[in-house]
């Protein structure tokens, strides 16, 4: 195999890495403010008319519209359900800053032609609970990439983002990326003004429930392999609150989502023996208020309290909850509704009732707490340290223009800026917009005369270092008889003295992750002894990637796929080492209770990029929204 | 393994090698026809299968917790702009169904150049919400009330008696 693959060097104003919902935003709105001026350029791993969490469809607009309508939702009750849900640690700056845009968003998709159900006697968007607007999702992605691609100067797809680059004249400031096209093996070089990171969480990195041919099932797509976080790390800008994590509640095995079915048909859940646990009674709130303190009262109960509730029903033998459907669905009408819901976003769970002879208008369906993931546009408030809006914001969350990260020129939006959980899609597409005319103020005025400096002996080192998987296998693949697989396919199992394949980096990852970091293996409980040991362990596997092995440009993408999960392994178990408390979606067996005295704080870790060293500090949180 | 290719009907036209998310589809240069080269990292979301004109693209769902017998159909239909399923039991119980999947014609969105350029590059306000209509409120909203606590929320609430 030649490796000699050629090098492409772009240049541009904004680069945006990713092109999910977050990343399809950020690319309308710096065009749309840029207009000539400034060139915005895309880049994106997969084809983004179906990349993203929102290439398999959705079945709501988790996020709304807020306008003065006495029936809708003010931004303020926005803050104040998603400070309660991640119990109190969060930005509210960011908060506020999304909900008051989210008109305009929803308004956007409608004309765009994503089929949002109105209510017929009003013409008004129906909602499910308070947030929610139900869609036919199946081509919500692909509907949003079209205004995208349109207002684009330049797509690149296929092409998988590795490393940042750093300005050599600059301290802390980002002047590029550099990524391989999965198809051509081109090597591109990306020089930008500003990067704004709109890439996904993190699938993955936990030993998920799923065995055998259905290894790889999780809830968060698979393809979600922490780039959002990886690569802003890997720049030397800070995470926050990476502990926390999330864990939620699905249906078992297939990972259906469960808001449908508790918001629009009203279901509720109870465990083996019939007690009622959602929604959760108020002897149980009282129960877990000693617990959970006045966050066990907030109304809707804090998703961290629920997914407790049915962990702690497995733990002591009354679970799995039961989603008991039977109840809700009368007629022919609400089954239809059931299964369009999960085929529009969630073929699998039609699967698993059909395979299983599961007739939910006649039997309830189990739950599970999902393995966890690390993600920051869901119900959890992990993620990047973003600066805020100059408006809204306290000083101390201001230091640069708004969604820019601890890096010079650096943005994030969706699931890349962390402590303002809550966004799902539409919120992340209206975060993409935010830093998009973020990052076009900034090119136009602030760094209008940057110019990155990227030396050649830098991009041929990266070009080495990206490259060097492919040729470790080519070079090592002749010692042993083991036959070579046919193109593309994974030898899992190919015992080689000198290389690892992507396949067993990555389950060695999610063995430690989940024996040491409180996955589900270990009913998401930890101590500080598991958290040291899991530091060390994930140390090793950084060194191990020294023999990371790639037999084809496929493997070579997983490969960093298993590499930047790793270092969001690592953004967490440092984080949690560091929490001297339990919050959040796991239990830290030596400090097992909130702490709000000491630790209603956030935590926040960095990866210096010269040395690799990690380093922690805290923040207090300060909230502008009156309780 | 949860899409797979039958041979004889795949015409190697590469459109689920086009859409896969996760680059698992991929083309086999030999016979000409594509195949899910990584099933492991499937997430059994269905793109190959839809965007396969000749359907040659199927699925058999994750054999870890689903017996055999199932079937699920789907097809993608971007004029009339429906998608049809078909969900069949392994007991033999048959679903059909129907949804839509867009309101407009496809390449008719507006990109940011085609909406009119406007000089405020230095407010808060994003595209199109100089109008009230998209904006849903008569000026950009800013908290009404501010308070500046810095800590915990509860024992902030607990003194004031607020909730």
């Known amino acids: ?627 | 393994m949860p899409t797979f290719v039958y041979a004889s009907l795949c015409k190697g036209c590469g459109k689920c090698v086009d859409i896969c998310p996760a680059d698992n589809m991929q083309y086999n240069p030999k016979n000409r026809k594509g195949y899910n080269a990584d099933p492991i990292s499937c997430a059994e979301c269905m793109n190959c299968v839809k965007y396969c004109p000749e359907h040659a693209v199927d699925v058999r769902p994750y054999s870890d917790f689903a017996p055999l017998g199932a079937r699920v159909g789907v097809i993608r239909d971007t004029k009339k702009n429906i998608i049809y399923w078909r969900i069949v039991f392994r007991d033999g119980t048959v679903y059909d169904f129907a949804s839509p999947i867009r309101t407009t014609p496809w390449g008719s969105a507006k990109g940011a150049l085609d909406i009119p350029e406007r000089s405020d590059l230095d407010s808060e306000l994003l595209a199109l919400e100089d109008k009230p209509e998209y904006l849903g409120f008569p000026e950009l909203p800013r908290p009404k009330q501010t308070v500046r606590i810095v800590g915990s929320i509860l024992k902030a609430k607990q003194k004031t008696g607020g909730g």
């Open chain 1, 1 to 627: 195999m030649s490796l000699h693959f050629p090098t492409k060097i772009v240049d541009t104003d904004i680069l945006v890495v990713g092109g999910g919902m977050a990343g399809c935003g950020a690319v309308f709105e710096a065009k749309y403010w840029c207009r000539s001026k400034c060139k915005v350029t895309l880049v994106e791993k997969a084809n983004t008319e179906k990349s993203g969490a929102v290439g398999m469809g959705l079945s709501a607009c988790n996020l709304g519209v807020f306008t003065t309508d006495p029936d809708d939702p003010k931004p303020e009750d926005f803050v104040q359900y998603v400070r309660n849900d991640l119990l109190g640690m969060v930005r509210e700056d960011l908060v506020y800053d999304i909900a008051r845009h989210m008109t305009s968003t929803i308004k956007l998709f409608d004309e765009w032609g994503l089929p949002i159900w109105r209510d017929p006697k009003t013409g008004k968007y129906l909602r499910t609970g308070r947030w929610q607007h139900p869609i036919h999702g199946e081509s919500y992605k692909a509907i949003i990439a079209e205004p995208c691609r349109k207002s684009a100067d330049e797509v690149y797809e296929r092409v998988y983002v590795t490393h940042p680059l750093l300005d050599e004249s600059r301290p802390n400031r980002i002047a590029g990326v550099v990524g391989f096209n999965v198809r051509d093996g081109t090597f591109y070089v990306f020089r930008a003004k500003a990067v704004i990171v709109a890439a996904g969480g993190t699938s993955l990195l936990y030993r998920p429930r799923s065995v055998g041919e259905g290894l790889g099932r999780a809830w968060y797509p698979t393809w979600a392999s922490g780039s959002a976080y990886a690569i802003p790390l890997l720049a030397g800008a800070e995470t926050v609150t990476m502990e926390f994590r999330l864990v939620v509640v699905r249906f078992k095995d297939a990972y259906g989502p469960v808001g449908f079915p508790y918001l629009l048909l009203k279901m509720r859940s109870t465990d083996v023996k019939g007690k009622q646990w959602e929604p959760l009674p108020d002897e149980a709130k009282a129960e877990l208020s000693k617990i959970f303190y006045d966050f066990a009262w907030a109304k809707p109960t804090p998703t961290p309290i629920r997914t407790w509730v049915t962990i702690q029903n497995l733990k002591e033998g009354r679970g799995p909850d039961l989603m008991q459907t039977q109840e809700r669905l009368p007629d022919e009408e609400s089954l239809k509704v059931l299964f369009e819901d999960y085929l529009d976003m969630t073929p699998t769970q039609a699967f698993y009732w059909a395979s299983q002879n599961i007739h939910p208008q006649k039997t309830p369906s189990e739950l599970m707490p999902t393995e966890p993931y690390v993600q920051a546009s869901h119900a959890s408030p992990g993620g990047m340290w973003a600066s805020g809006p100059s408006d809204i914001a306290p000083k101390e969350y201001i230091w640069g223009p708004n969604r820019m990260l601890t890096v010079e020129g650096l943005f994030g939006a969706g699931d890349v800026v962390g402590a303002s959980g809550h966004k799902f899609s539409s919120g992340s597409f209206t975060e993409g917009r935010i830093a998009g005319k973020s990052a076009a103020r900034y090119v136009l005025t602030q760094a209008k005369d940057y110019k990155p400096t990227i030396s050649n002996d830098t991009i041929e080192r990266y070009k080495e270092i990206v490259y060097r998987p492919l040729e470790w296998y080519h070079k090592n693949k002749p010692l042993t008889t083991t036959p070579e697989m046919p193109p593309q396919y994974t030898n899992w199992f190919e015992i080689h003295p000198n290389y690892l394949n992507w396949y067993q980096l990555l389950v060695r990852l999610q063995k430690t992750m989940d024996e040491y970091a409180a996955g589900w293996g270990m009913f998401y409980t930890t101590n500080m002894y598991l958290l040291n040991r899991g530091w060390e362990l994930l140390k090793m596997l950084e060194e191990d990637f020294r023999f990371a092995a790639a037999a084809s440009l496929h493997e070579l993408l997983r490969v960093w796929e298993v590499y930047h999960r790793l270092l969001v392994g690592q953004a967490v178990v440092f984080s949690m080492m560091n929490r001297k408390e339990s919050r959040g979606y796991y239990l830290n067996a030596d400090y097992p209770y909130i702490d709000e005295e000491n630790w209603h704080v956030f935590t926040h870790v960095r990866r210096d990029p010269k040395t690799g060293q990690w380093s922690f500090r805290t923040s207090p949180v300060i909230h502008i929204i009156p309780p």
